[in-house]
Every structure is written in structure tokens, then in C-alpha cells.
């Protein structure tokens, strides 16, 4: 037939922009009409453009819940349930070469400390001194120690920090899917 421009054949197609939509990686319709006025992708026909719901595009585009902000269980003693939490690398580290800011909240009385570390690593031995430290003030021990940071503590550790927990059972270090105090 000696057809040499086949975008002609394409001027009828109405479901012409939606595959062009999906095959240009669902860009927006306003771009794929420009695109098509000035000629700026070879091969691109002449079509009706139709504004059409992509499914695809409005899956994308939908947003996850949110975490909730708190949790429901809140301890009714000190030391019940402590909260634990890395933060770091900061740049640039403190002139004592810290990198690393170890917080620790009483889910109770909602008290917090913090301490500055070198390397994660240090997190363990720096929550053991704190354990001491707070159970020799206050009388009472840690009953559940929170975190969402468990390999600072799981990895190499685990089973001598549930010793020395003086928990009976490694479900007791909790490891939550959020974040929930700090
Ligand atoms: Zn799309």
C-alpha cells in the first residue's frame, strides 16, 4: 500500500492516550499532549486525548495509614516499661567524637535520659550501667525494655541481655513496628 506516515492511521484510535499514558510510565496527560504538538518523542501518533481514570495511577498515589502516634498500653509504674531509641550518625560528630544520641524514656513517669556514644555498639554497655544506675535509685527493676532498634541489641547479645534483664523470656525485649514515644 505505500504507507510511509502511519500516524494517520491512528487519528480514530480512542483508546490511543490511555496506552500511551502506560507506556510513557503514567505521565500526565498535559505532558503527553505537549509531547504530541511538538513532536518530542518519535513515533508518538496523533490522538484524541481522553481523560481517563487509570486504576494503576490511582493505586500509586494512594497513601499508607498512618502509625498510630501512641500506643493504647500505658505502664502504671516506674521502670514497668522503658523505652529505648538510637539516633545517629550526626554530622559532624561532637568534639568528643560522639555520633550517636542514646535516649531512654520511663513509659510511666515518662522521664527521659540521654547519652552520647561513639559507635552504636556502645549502646549495650551504656544500658546496662543505665539499668544499675536507675534500679539502685528508684528500688524497682525494669520489667520490658522497648526498642526499635533490636539489632543494637538482639545481634551478638541477646541472650545475655535477657540474663541480664532477669527476664525469663526473650518475648520480654519488645521490639515494636513504630516508633511510639520518642
Ligand atoms: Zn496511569
Known sequence: MGIIDNTRLNLTETSG?????S???HINLDALKLMMQKKLVFGIPSMTLEKKLCGSCLLGKQSRQAFPQATTFRASKNLELVHGDLCGPITPSTLAGNRYIFVLIDDHSRYMWTALLKEKSDA??????FKSLVEQES?????????????EFMSKSSVRFVMLMGLNDISRL?????RTVC
Open 23 to 25: 507506556r510513557l510510565g
Open 124 to 129: 549495650f554497655n551504656k544500658f546496662k550501667r
Open 139 to 151: 528500688g524497682a527493676s525494669i520489667q520490658t525494655f522497648r526498642t526499635d532498634r533490636g539489632g
Open 17 to 21: 492516550s490511555s496506552r500511551w499514558h
Open 174 to 178: 519488645h521490639i515494636p513496628h513504630s
